[in-house]
């Protein structure tokens, strides 16, 4: 469902972007290059912008809407709270072979512990 309602909000922010960026400015709203007077039909100057207007006004509407709708269910999800919320902790049965170390080999593997230094140690060249 909310795969659904994501794809639906990712395409009414893509339809929103475009109609705000085919509206005129304020500037060019006044009528220069755009037939600002004559007529006041559907398709004239003040009548495109009307309807774009509306179209942006319907776009935004519909995206607060998707907004809070993914919100709401994004907080009734069933998901645990954390990612260590649904992991279980290993189980000590004793230790491994070299009797040091727990037998948690399936989460950390016995790497064996790094031998000290008998005394300085010098790089051998080839």
Do not use: W, Y
């Not at 809407?65 to 919320?85: C, E, K, Q, W, Y």
């Amino acid at each position: 469902m909310s795969v659904v309602i994501l794809v639906i909000h990712l395409m009414i922010a893509i339809a929103l972007v475009g109609s705000v960026l085919l509206q005129r400015s304020e500037g060019g709203a006044l009528g220069i290059g755009g037939g600002g007077g004559g007529g006041g039909g559907f398709m004239s100057g003040r009548g495109a912008a009307n309807a774009l207007t509306r179209t942006t006004t319907i776009l935004a509407f519909a995206f607060f809407v998707t907004s809070i709708s993914l919100t709401l269910l994004a907080r009734n999800a069933d998901a645990p709270s954390s990612i260590f919320d649904g992991v279980t902790p290993a189980q000590q049965t004793g230790t491994s072979g070299n009797g040091n170390q727990p037998a948690n080999d399936a989460i950390l593997p016995n790497i064996g512990t790094p031998k000290a230094p008998s005394g300085p140690e010098v790089p051998v060249s080839q």
